[in-house]
């Protein structure tokens, strides 16, 4: 279906203006820290600062520890423990939820699909909802502004939402994906043994037969 130029040329502008809108904000951010203070602080809007500093960002990565009034080194040490928690709360989130994953959708146990919805309904909780139990269960384990602390709370929020995300992707794969690996590695370990193999989502079949009988049940099988 070929759509009319007025409609390309509008499509295209909506989407001109929808990007300025959303990067405004950002560029703005760049522009104020690049700004001296007098600049932020007038009553007249300076869409580019006359004299562009980077004394913020030299700052940041020159200043003495952090602590007290030190505002950029304040703001260097937020952003390393923001860095650390961040990696490993995401580490965590992907190993648990690809093998959690992989278990509901594969492995067959009780409360399997009970246990995968419990999940799903602790990740549909607002987080202020969980706000009073979490300070309190941090509290009992002294884990109160501590980088482990911020790690358990992030993960009991983004664990479930992995756990169901990874678990719908392994559905959607064919049940005899697993089986592609071997399948190519039987063919020479078959040639040599004078096995062959034929494999279903049951498992492997093995009979004997010749070098030449080989060629057309692996042809046949794949």
Avoid at 30 to 39: F, K
Avoid at 84 to 103: M, P, R
Avoid at 179 to 194: E, Q, Y
Wanted: charged content about 10%; hydrophobic content about 45%.
């Amino acid at each position: 279906m070929r759509h009319s130029r007025n409609y390309l040329i509008a499509i295209h502008v909506g989407a001109v203006v929808m990007a300025v809108v959303i990067l405004l904000p950002f560029a703005w951010l760049i522009i104020s820290s690049v700004s001296p203070a007098t600049d932020l602080v007038s009553s007249h809007v300076h869409w580019w600062p006359a004299h562009p500093t980077l004394s913020r960002y030299e700052a940041i990565f020159t200043s003495s520890a952090g602590g007290g009034d030190n505002v950029a080194a304040n703001f260097r040490l937020a952003m390393i423990n923001s860095l650390i928690v961040a990696s490993v709360t995401t580490a965590i989130s992907l190993v648990v939820g690809a093998l959690g994953g992989y278990a509901f959708a594969r492995l067959r146990f009780r409360l399997r699909r009970t246990s995968l919805f419990a999940f799903l309904a602790v990740y549909m909780l607002p987080p202020i909802a969980l706000v009073i139990p979490l300070y309190l269960a941090l509290a009992n384990l002294h884990l109160l502004d501590s980088k482990i602390g911020l790690v358990l709370t992030y993960c009991s929020i983004v664990t479930p939402f992995c756990l169901w995300t990874m678990s719908n992707y392994y559905l959607s794969l064919p049940q005899t994906s697993k089986t592609p690996l071997a399948s190519t590695a039987a063919p020479d370990l078959a040639h040599s043994s004078g096995w062959s193999c034929r494999w279903h989502d049951q498992g492997c079949s093995r009979r004997p037969c010749s070098g030449s009988c080989w060629r057309g049940t692996s042809s046949s099988t794949r």
